[in-house]
């Protein structure tokens, strides 16, 4: 039963108000004056306040200025009998949810009520959404042993609180470019408005300005209404600009004087509107290499690469693949609620080895695969698959031009002897045990499998 605070200076007032409270099933909490109220709130969980605008001593503007600066997130419904439009229009810019005219109709009451109790509850929800993407998503979830991973985002958490900074990262597909924006965005003081993310590649390019920057009816064939870009819904908070390598250079301009200005205007309007947000580009391409080509603007370059971050390719850092894969398994033993006792040495040996052309998704990929095949024992080379995958994404079935091989042997017992052994072991493991199967794939006699 949701509980709410009334405040009124004037005694008849505040009963009324009392009464319709408890007919409609509400706890009523009440006070006399804003201090009053302000000492109930110190002790008293409260869902919603309904307070008298004009009183004595601190008045209900202050009370909105108090408990918006101490209680965040408490609706305030505002209620006074001099109806004026101006005191209203004050509250409303101070933070009120609704206002309602002295003396109050109970149906009209308990229907602001309850609308004010239902965005409660949404702004509750939201809260509780980004509680759990801020703890998904933080410096401290991205596990690394690497220095230079240790150092790349020791300079991420420094601008993490700059949020007019342009931050530009760069990395290959896969190593989780996107991961790093989002740990910045919820690192950056508490962004209050949330995270949002176009893929310039994936969008047309006649598309994406209206993607961007949103659009007013009748500015192209098919704009039937206005629409919101991206740059609007992610005002306060942060937008990112996927591979913004392959935004087509007409828009790049008007990307430019939006960065430049903090402003811009819909498609097919002049009005402007304020570029409130923090901007994080990233590719996976060389912009130095796009400028050189005239593909990419000089001075947009000079833009965004404000605060570069350069997210290495996972086989620069293998020291981290152990401690990957684990960092995996255990997302994945809740994801697919089965037990994962976790990986063997030949399996690991063969992650550490393999080059991982798809970086950090491919590895997860993989033991998302592998943790499915396994029946409670621990993941083995066979069940992984990488050596299995050719530079050119083919199976390695013997159908291709080419076979990877991941070889992995101490140093202490490198031998021409120990290599041929270890390739005869993957091919066998690759086959299923199948000598016969292995042997042809070699092209060598099939008792060259029993000393394997």
């Not at 597909?173 to 994936?202: D, M, Q, W």
Request: with cysteine; hydrophobic share 40%.
């Amino acid at each position: 039963m949701p509980t709410i605070l009334a405040v009124d200076d004037e005694a008849l007032s505040l009963s009324l108000l009392e009464f319709h409270l408890r007919e409609a099933g509400f706890t009523p909490l009440t006070a006399t004056s804003g201090a009053e109220a302000l000492a109930i709130l110190e002790y008293n969980p409260v869902d919603l306040i309904i307070s008298d605008l004009f009183m004595p001593g601190m008045d209900g503007f202050e009370l909105l200025r108090q408990v918006r600066e101490r209680y965040r997130g408490i609706p305030i419904i505002v209620i006074t009998a001099h109806g004026s439009v101006e005191g209203a229009v004050e509250a409303m810019r101070l933070g009120a949810y609704d206002y309602l005219k002295k003396p109050s109709n109970p149906e009209q009451l308990q229907i602001t009520i309850q609308r004010a109790l239902d965005y409660l509850h949404v702004v509750r929800e939201n809260e509780q959404i980004k509680g759990l993407l801020r703890e998904r998503y933080t410096f401290q979830s991205i596990v690394t042993l690497n220095p230079v991973m240790k150092q790349l985002l020791e300079r991420a958490a420094k601008v993490a609180s700059a949020r007019q900074t342009t931050i530009a990262i760069y990395g290959e597909s896969g190593t989780g470019k996107e991961v790093l924006a989002r740990a910045i965005h919820y690192a950056g003081n508490g962004l209050p408005a949330g995270f949002v993310a176009v893929n310039c590649a994936a969008i047309p390019d006649h598309l994406l300005e209206s993607e961007l920057f949103g659009h007013v009816r009748g500015a192209f064939t098919g704009a039937d209404h206005d629409r919101e870009g991206k740059f609007n819904l992610a005002r306060g908070g942060t937008l990112l600009l996927d591979e913004i390598g392959d935004m087509p250079l007409t828009l790049q301009a008007k990307l430019l004087r939006v960065l430049q200005e903090r402003v811009f205007e819909r498609v097919g309007s002049n009005t402007s509107f304020p570029a409130d947000c923090r901007v994080i580009v990233t590719t996976n391409r060389n912009l130095i290499d796009l400028v050189a080509e005239r593909r990419f603007r000089e001075d947009l370059f000079h833009r965004v690469n404000v605060f570069p971050l350069f997210v290495p390719p996972l086989r620069e850092r293998r020291d981290d693949i152990p401690l990957l894969c684990e960092h995996v398994l255990n997302q994945l033993r809740q994801h697919l609620g089965k037990p994962l006792p976790g990986i063997s040495r030949q399996a690991m040996e063969m992650m550490v080895g393999y080059h991982w052309p798809g970086n950090v998704r491919e590895l997860r990929n993989c033991l998302e695969r592998a943790a499915i095949l396994t029946e409670g024992e621990l993941i083995g080379p066979s069940h992984l698959g990488i050596g299995m995958t050719m530079a050119n994404g083919v199976p390695a079935d013997g159908s291709g031009d080419s076979v990877t091989y991941t070889l992995t042997v101490p140093a202490d017992e490198l031998s021409l002897g120990a290599l041929t052994d270890r390739i005869l072991a993957i091919t066998l493991e690759r086959c299923g045990g199948n000598k016969s199967k292995a042997s042809q794939q070699l092209k060598i006699a099939r008792k060259a499998f029993y000393r394997t």
